[in-house]
């Protein structure tokens, strides 16, 4: 993640990536040791790397989607709001479910763990935004640590029971304390940060985005250190991973703990972003459009967590827009238009049954085929330039 | 004594209909390893078909019930081998996840069809009722206890004496092995699905006889035959039925003393204590990791 500030200048475009490979390649053959240093042969060398040229394209696509929408109108602001929101717990999510290979349904809970701890220490008197954000991301981490428990025991399917038992507890005594003590749900004070108020527009959405970035190159760097190789050989097999020494408990523990802290920070913010925190939103449907997220963008990969995250929550708005043009034109429409959350959940339910089982790289697996299909193309012109030289 | 007994027969109707769709979750579990959440979906187009079926049609009970049956069967048979059959094989976890989206399909179909608000099937298999020690028994519940012990009945003697019940139980056992001797586990899956389909559509119909019927309400008495399934162990048919019991009375006596919004607490809080404490539930066999 470090390196893409650097890659823009010495990237020409996606379209040629073959032959600034083959650039890059002969330049190293001739001065194999030397020229490796220095930043831009070793932003050339990362992009020459297969998927990179996806990576940073889908990056550079979502930054100036980002700061255009900060300049854009209140809605786009909104929806812009609402997509940050929802990348953050995607990230924290994949973390769990691309990072470690623990593939839970709990997200909603985690979600209304953050919203909740805020609300109610908000109810208690707690105002400042900081103390409520940290005491949301460590009561995630505590539950997150619980929750991963069963994941001691066995993976895969019963940890999947279990994970949707949790969604269905919290689900309930959250409701039950709900209907108890304020039916209407909690509502949170404004969201200030010394004396600027943060709580809508551009300064919300900025806040937001600058949390994202955080989360998701904080995550970025884990993944580098041995935390992300120790989550990685769980991912591949668990019992591959204990033969050959690494903590299998300790780690899968962590991998909870952490998804944990980050989807219920995003559950804080999700509650900051509606007003109040209302146990009806964070039901299983939400824990299942997370997964959708995860799953649509490319399982293993976090930033294709983020694109999910942006795709499914942006979608909505964009059918809803694109319904309303079909109808003023004269098509009959009103079976979408009357029924479009229905609609639009069913239409997320099938692509995440037809990207499970047909394309499990999701969508950044499809973008880095299609690289892979480029590059194919440059290929063939730069093999015969390596038989003149 | 009343509201004892009458809370003793609610937890024994209701029990067995979360047994009766536990028992499809179970065939599928042993033939294809794959635990499929559409049977709460599945569950949903039995009772929409049946409900369509009574009122548009006019048709009587025993038609409809089948035809419900049937073709909610046949569709599971179908989707498996159209869809899933492919995958599955292969990687029975991630097939288990995609399940969960044709469900959210199928709950998205009926919406659309159906509306979403509940809807009630016109009283076709009669009002008489009986009194037995101050529990009031209506021909529902009959009818739904009725359709469990048929289903089921017929479902363990084609275990336990037919060739066909043989091969199950072989695929169930050791599915390499079991092909290694000529069993196809491609058809057995297929059946498997077939007959998880017509549990999970029957227990639609039961319930639809019983209370008005709403796409997410069905959805998650779906969801319900998970915690019986552990209770009673994953692959094994009698403690389905048995943790659906057990469910009903614990979901029957919570709602008594802790109010009717405990239900899902008490149910899922159970199953977690047994995942944690016995995952292969009272009846199941544990399996062999290996690398």
């Given at each position: 993640v470090i390196d893409d500030t650097t890659a823009p200048p010495s990237s020409t475009s996606l379209a040629d990536p073959g032959t600034s490979g083959a650039a890059g390649s002969a330049g190293n053959a001739a001065q194999p040791v030397t020229l490796a240093k220095g930043m831009v042969p070793a932003a050339r060398r990362w992009l020459i790397r297969k998927g990179n040229p996806t990576n940073l394209v889908v990056i550079i696509v979502l930054l100036i989607g980002a700061i255009w929408?900060g ?16 990348a953050?717990?995607?990230v924290?999510?994949s973390i769990?479910?691309g990072g ?106 900025i806040?937001?985005i600058v949390m994202l970035a955080v989360i998701y190159i904080a995550a970025a760097l884990v993944e580098r250190t041995g935390v992300g190789l120790a989550w990685k050989a ?63 963008g490319g399982?293993t990969s976090r930033l294709g967590a983020v694109l999910?995250?942006v ?50 790289g999701?969508l950044l697996g499809l973008l880095k085929k299609l690289e892979g299909w480029l590059r194919s193309l440059g290929g063939k012109r730069s093999g015969r330039r390596e038989e003149q030289s | ?291």
């Amino acid at each position: 993640v470090i390196d893409d500030t650097t890659a823009p200048p010495s990237s020409t475009s996606l379209a040629d990536p073959g032959t600034s490979g083959a650039a890059g390649s002969a330049g190293n053959a001739a001065q194999p040791v030397t020229l490796a240093k220095g930043m831009v042969p070793a932003a050339r060398r990362w992009l020459i790397r297969k998927g990179n040229p996806t990576n940073l394209v889908v990056i550079i696509v979502l930054l100036i989607g980002a700061i255009w929408i900060g300049g854009a109108n209140p809605f786009m602001n909104l929806i812009g709001q609402s997509c940050a929101i929802f990348a953050i717990a995607a990230v924290g999510q994949s973390i769990l479910v691309g990072g470690a290979g623990q593939i839970a349904f709990s997200g909603g809970a985690f979600m209304a763990i953050g919203a909740f701890t805020a609300a109610l220490l908000a109810r208690a008197g707690v105002t400042n935004f900081f103390v409520l954000l940290v005491a949301s991301a460590l009561a995630g981490l505590v539950v997150g640590l619980i929750s991963g428990l069963p994941g001691l025991r066995f993976r895969g399917l019963y940890l999947l029971l279990s994970s949707i038992a949790l969604q269905f507890i919290v689900t309930s005594l959250t409701t039950q304390y709900q209907t108890a003590v304020s039916p209407q749900g909690f509502a949170l004070p404004p969201l200030m940060i010394g004396s600027i108020d943060f709580s809508f527009g551009v300064p919300l959405y900025i806040l937001l985005i600058v949390m994202l970035a955080v989360i998701y190159i904080a995550a970025a760097l884990v993944e580098r250190t041995g935390v992300g190789l120790a989550w990685k050989a769980l991912r591949e097999s668990e019992v591959a991973a204990a033969m050959s020494g690494v903590d299998v408990v300790r780690w899968k523990l962590y991998a909870f703990a952490v998804s944990g802290a980050v989807t219920a920070v995003a559950g804080c913010m999700f509650a900051y972003w509606v007003g109040r925190a209302d146990a009806g939103s964070y039901d299983l449907t939400l824990t299942i459009s997370l997964v959708t997220m995860v799953f649509i963008g490319g399982i293993t990969s976090r930033l294709g967590a983020v694109l999910g995250a942006v795709v499914i929550t942006a979608l909505p708005y964009l059918l809803q827009s694109g319904s309303t043009a079909l109808v003023s034109s004269g098509i009959s429409f009103s079976w979408y238009v009357n029924n479009q959350s229905t609609v639009n959940a069913g239409l997320f339910s099938l692509l995440f049954l037809l990207v499970i089982l047909f394309e499990p790289g999701g969508l950044l697996g499809l973008l880095k085929k299609l690289e892979g299909w480029l590059r194919s193309l440059g290929g063939k012109r730069s093999g015969r330039r390596e038989e003149q030289s | 004594l009343n509201v004892v007994s009458q809370a003793v027969w609610g937890a024994l109707v209701t029990g067995s209909l979360y047994g009766l769709v536990g028992v499809g979750f179970v065939l599928l579990y042993r033939a294809s390893k794959v635990l499929s959440f559409t049977q709460g979906g599945f569950m949903l187009l039995g009772a929409y078909i049946f409900y369509g079926l009574t009122t548009s049609a006019k048709m009587p009970f025993l038609p409809a019930a089948v035809i419900s049956a049937v073709a909610v069967a046949a569709l599971s048979a179908v989707v498996y081998t159209v869809v899933f059959s492919r995958v599955a094989a292969r990687e029975p976890f991630a097939t288990s996840v995609a399940t969960l989206g044709l469900a959210g399909v199928i709950t998205a179909i009926v919406a659309v069809l159906f509306s979403t608000s509940a809807v009630t099937v016109p009283n076709i298999v009669g009002t008489a009722s009986f009194h037995v020690l101050g529990a009031v028994i209506t021909s529902a519940d009959l009818v739904s206890i009725a359709i469990m012990v048929v289903v089921v009945g017929a479902i363990l003697i084609v275990l336990r004496t037919t060739p066909l019940g043989l091969r199950m139980n072989a695929v169930a056992d050791n599915p390499s092995l079991a092909v290694h001797l000529g069993v196809s586990a491609a058809r057995i899956a297929t059946i498997a699905w077939g007959l998880a389909g017509l549990t999970a559509a029957l227990g639609g119909v039961a319930f639809a006889l019983r209370i008005s019927i709403a796409p997410a309400g069905i959805a998650t008495l779906g969801f319900y035959a998970f915690p019986a399934i552990i209770l009673g162990g994953l692959d094994s048919v009698g403690g389905a039925i048995l943790g659906g019991l057990i469910l009903a009375a614990l979901q029957g006596f919570a709602a008594q003393v802790f109010g009717p919004n405990s239900i899902d607490l008490v149910s899922f809080g159970v199953m977690l204590i047994f995942l944690l404490v016995r995952p292969t539930g009272l009846f199941g066999k544990a399996e062999a990791v290996r690398l």
